[in-house]
């Protein structure tokens, strides 16, 4: 979805595909409330597709990317490194970025020095999505290696999950892309496939909400504490 390691473009929004945002509709969205401050890492637009999920006057909603775009909050920032002083959100989002990301182990620390204690950590990976280099694609994560990431990171995980909530009614899936994806004139034809009993393709992606343990902040990754 973005170009990050994660990069806005403009038809960023034409990627994201449904079950990213099913995902967050269902399990994530009922943390965010107006009153807290959340960092977007990678918003595929502007407003950012989760953005416009929660309810109009929700909360205050900053973004951060490697690129330079002045609409972005912080820009131009380090892949590893945030131009953020420690436990300065409530909420860290990143949907379809750690995939793009060279050392997630590294950036997921970053993440979590971000997060304020007990605030919470939300990350969104596509997992049967083709290769797609945006510049680079690097990682396909599963539950059991997120946990280990976000345990790793002093995240204790409260949500994690492999799943797809598109296209119900069919009685078998293969994993792959979005059916939103496909050419208009094909999505007929893998529609009526479905009803017939074949296989339709859809989207598989795990997402992983974690809270921040109160043991104090962790270090930066690169053990270099952050203005």
């Not at 401050?37 to 900053?62: K, M, T």
């Not at 994560?141 to 598109?166: C, H, K, Q, T």
């Not at 009993?197 to 690169?222: C, H, M, S, W």
Request: aromatic fraction near 10%; glycine fraction near 8%.
């Amino acid at each position: 979805m973005q170009r990050p390691e994660h990069l806005p473009s403009e038809n960023n929004a034409a990627i994201m595909h449904a079950n990213c945002k099913l995902l967050f509709a269902r399990y994530a969205k009922p943390l965010f409330h107006a009153h807290l401050r959340v960092l977007e890492i990678g918003p595929d637009s502007f407003p950012s597709s989760y953005q416009q999920l929660v309810a109009n006057g929700g909360p205050a909603w900053h973004t951060l990317d490697i690129c330079a775009d002045e609409r972005l909050t912080y820009s131009g920032s380090e892949a590893h490194r945030f131009p953020i002083a420690d436990g300065s959100y409530d909420i860290v989002l990143a949907g379809s970025v750690i995939e793009h990301v060279r050392k997630p182990w590294l950036w997921i620390r970053e993440v979590g020095r971000v997060c304020k204690t007990g605030g919470h950590v939300v990350v969104i990976v596509p997992v049967s999505w083709p290769y797609h280099e945006a510049p680079l694609d690097c990682w396909r994560i599963y539950p059991a290696g997120m946990s280990a990431l976000l345990e790793d990171a002093g995240l204790a995980v409260v949500e994690n999950r492999f799943e797809s909530l598109e296209t119900p009614g069919y009685t078998r899936y293969t994993p792959g892309k979005s059916l939103d994806c496909h050419a208009r004139s094909l999505r007929w034809f893998y529609s009526l496939a479905g009803r017939l009993g074949f296989p339709v393709e859809r989207a598989y992606d795990t997402i992983a909400i974690a809270r921040k343990q109160g043991r104090g902040p962790l270090p930066p990754a690169n053990g270099v504490a952050a203005e």
